[in-house]
Structure formats: C-alpha cells, structure tokens
C-alpha cells in the first residue's frame, strides 16, 4: 500500500486528519501524483476508512474528484449505514454527475438538514431540469436558507419551468421577505424583464418592492426610468415597514455596480485585445 494511503489508516484520528491535510495542500499546491492517489483511493473504498476523514476530504472535493470517482460517490450518495450521503453530494456537484440526481432528489425527503442542503446545491450545480419539481417544494417550505438554497438551485437551472416555480413564489408570496426569490429572478434576464416591469405598476406596494429589487439585480439599461419613476413618485409601503421607493433607490445603486463591473470586464477584454492582429 502507499505509504500516503497507509497513513490514512494506522494511528490515531488526530494524526490521520493532520495528514489528511497535508494531502489536500499538496493536491493543490502542485497535483502532487500521490496526494491525489491516496485522496481519491479514500473515496474509492470509502468503508474503509473513518467518516471523519471521508468528510472533510469531501469539503474540498473539487480539489481532487475525477470522473473515476463517479461509482463510488453514487454507492456513497445511497449508502444510509456510511451515512456520509451530505459529503458524497458534494463530491457529485464537483463532477456535476448527471447519474446521480435520483439519488439527490431523494436527499430532499430526508429530515437531515445538511444532507438537504448540499442536494439543493448539487443538483443547481448539475443543471438538470428533471430536478426541478422536486425543488419547487422547498420554495414554500422552512427554514428559509433552504427557500434561499432552492431558489439559488432554480436559477442555476434555469428553463421555463423554473422560472413559472420562482414567479409563482413571487406573485403569491408564501413569506414577508422573498429578497432571495426576486435576486433568482433577475438571472432569467432578458426574458423576465416585462414581468418585472408589469409588477413594477401592480396595485401591491410589496409586489412593487420586491420587483424594484429583482430589476435592480438584472443590471439592464432598460429598467432605470421604472426604478427612477418609483424612486421619486412611489409612496409605497410593505407589510415589513419597507418603502418602495427606498427598494428603488437602492437598486438604481445596484444596477449601475453591475454596469460599472461589465464595462470594467469589458475594458480589460480591449485592453488585452489591443495590438493583436484581428485575422489571427
């Protein structure tokens, strides 16, 4: 056996994490060729080794998890005795493996709150839309940093379905503060835009407000007379105590920060461009 492999295995826990450790900054250090033997040897013929050090390896998976990796990290998904399946999602979000979102819609059904999380995260990172049916539940569910986690998935995502899921959290709004469902809408730029802007005029100061911060979160030139118009006109206030026209000024701060950001991007692209002969 390698002695790397080796040291994950004899002597206390202590001195095998220490270890473990060291593998993984050598991993990334250089590709150290026997720190990312022995990492992906312990995902591998993971019942073999300590869930502790399974974990923690899995907290920085990205570092090390190749396609050969993929069997072991779907047995490790289902395996409820190991019952590491929170870690073995995220090695399944570092690969995005398509195989394994059966296995992480089935996480969602399950009570351990850690294990639900990195399911949401893994299938938003996989992108595929058979998962978004089981995702729009947790829209509507508590707590909300799992509401906050869903919509992040549903963005990430992406397609009609799940926009129809975000805007229907939206409109019929399940909690007083959704700021988390108006930041997934703006990724659906341009196709949400009049949506957006229709919601801007709705009888509802809260519908105005949380359509006042997802317009903002687009960056687009085209929703600054609407975010001006509330700003100045719009006396507006929600059932939190906010005011619509504060959500507006607000915004117009947002959309210009994301506007500065594209044009400085796009100022290193010329400058990087400069000198180069355009044919090449």
């Not at 296995?103 to 996989?126: F, K, P, S, T």
Request: glycine letters at 8%; hydrophobic letters at 45%; proline letters at 5%.
């Amino acid at each position: 056996m390698d002695p790397d492999q080796r040291a994950l295995k004899d002597g206390d826990l202590d001195t095998r994490e220490e270890h473990l450790y060291r593998l993984l900054d050598r991993a990334k250090a250089d590709g150290d060729a026997s720190a990312l033997a022995a990492l992906r040897a312990l995902v591998r013929d993971y019942p073999n080794y300590h869930r502790s050090l399974y974990s923690r390896a899995m907290n920085q998976a990205e570092v090390f998890v190749d396609a050969s990796l993929a069997e072991p990290l779907l047995a490790a998904l289902a395996d409820t005795r190991y019952n590491c399946q929170a870690w073995a999602a995220m090695g399944c979000a570092a690969l995005r493996l398509p195989e394994a979102v059966p296995g992480l819609m089935a996480l969602l059904e399950r009570g351990d709150w850690m294990a639900q999380e990195q399911a949401v995260r893994a299938l938003g990172g996989i992108g595929d839309e058979s998962a978004v049916p089981a995702l729009v539940p947790a829209l509507w569910s508590e707590p909300e940093w799992l509401r906050e986690r869903a919509a992040d998935a549903l963005a990430s995502i992406g397609g009609e379905e799940a926009l129809t899921a975000l805007w229907e959290a939206f409109e019929h709004r399940g909690f007083t503060r959704i700021g988390y469902v108006a930041s997934a809408l703006s990724k659906f730029t341009p196709d949400v835009i009049p949506r957006l802007l229709a919601a801007a005029d709705d009888d509802d100061p809260d519908l105005r407000y949380w359509a006042a911060v997802a317009l903002g979160s687009t960056g687009d030139p085209s929703v600054v007379p609407t975010l001006e118009r509330l700003m100045d006109q719009d006396k507006g206030q929600t059932v939190f105590d906010g005011w619509v026209s504060v959500a507006a000024k607000k915004a117009l701060r947002t959309q210009r920060r994301i506007q500065a950001a594209i044009a400085a991007r796009s100022g290193e692209d010329g400058g990087q461009a400069d000198g180069e002969d355009p044919a090449r």
